[in-house]
């Protein structure tokens, strides 16, 4: 049995402190995705403690192939996004307060009523839905090598969140064809990527119906007001001080940040 509060403390540490971590000790490591979830939970605890504010909902990570092979995984997982973290946009931040800034666009969800665990169909889930719309999360991670660190060592590190952007709420969404909605990213207005919401699961409440079944998995629901986000739609991009970053969802809307 690993030790998650050492395990929590390293990886919350290294956040406040500002420097990252090679590797967990064989102690602190944990070896299955349960024992890491377990872990990311004293993460949310030591960051909430840092940070203030509160849990406002989940990110969806890994619902595309292209992010699973990557990081060589086979499936997705989550993390938690925090009100601290959340901007509205358009968003100017710090590049100095990210370890690295890996700029997903990403659909995400706003819910209406709340999900208690237990297994829900899609149509049940959607009809829990209030909106949709546009987000791009910034990925940080605490280590420094971490696209071969495996899965739980991720998860542990609360799904690599750094922050998230938000645009605005689409409650007229259910015209809109998410799926085959196409999406853009652009840095400093040069197209860096595209694609759709075919990219998660094949749909985003695809990945939204994936989050629902783990979270009973852990005795959890969904609350109302939550945001999900769903997870990357395009090929990433690395930002750096000076790059003016904006995502495209067509129909749901643009989404924009700007570091200094």
Not at 77 to 90: R, W
Request: glycine residues 10%; aromatic residues 8%; contains cysteine.
């Amino acid at each position: 049995m690993i030790s998650a509060d050492l395990s929590a403390k390293l990886l919350a540490g290294a956040l406040i402190r500002r420097s990252q971590l090679t590797e967990l000790p064989v102690a602190a490591r944990p070896q299955t995705t349960e024992e890491a979830y377990a872990v990311g939970e004293q993460v949310v605890e030591r960051w909430l403690d840092h940070y203030g504010g509160r849990l406002i909902g989940y990110k969806i990570a890994c619902t595309n192939p292209s992010a699973q092979q990557y990081l060589n995984l086979d499936g997705p997982f989550y993390g938690n996004l925090f009100s601290a973290l959340s901007f509205d946009s358009p968003a100017g931040l710090k590049a100095g307060d990210f370890f690295m800034r890996v700029m997903e666009a990403e659909f995400a969800f706003r819910m209406a009523r709340d999900l208690e665990p237990g297994h829900h169909t899609r149509d049940e889930i959607a009809d829990a839905v209030e909106g949709v719309l546009p987000g791009i999360e910034i990925v940080d991670s605490r280590y420094t090598s971490w696209t071969t660190m495996g899965a739980a060592a991720l998860i542990a590190d609360n799904a690599c969140h750094g922050a998230w952007v938000k645009g605005a709420l689409v409650k007229d969404w259910r015209g809109i064809d998410l799926a085959s909605q196409p999406v853009q990213l652009m840095v400093n207005g040069k197209v860096t990527g595209k694609g759709s919401g075919a990219a998660v699961l094949g749909h985003p409440l695809n990945a939204l119906e994936w989050l629902v079944n783990k979270l009973a998995s852990h005795g959890r629901g969904l609350k109302a007001g939550e945001y999900i986000t769903t997870g990357v739609t395009t090929d990433t991009y690395m930002a750096h001080a000076g790059d003016h970053v904006r995502a495209d969802f067509g129909a749901v809307g643009e989404v924009e940040v700007a570091f200094e």
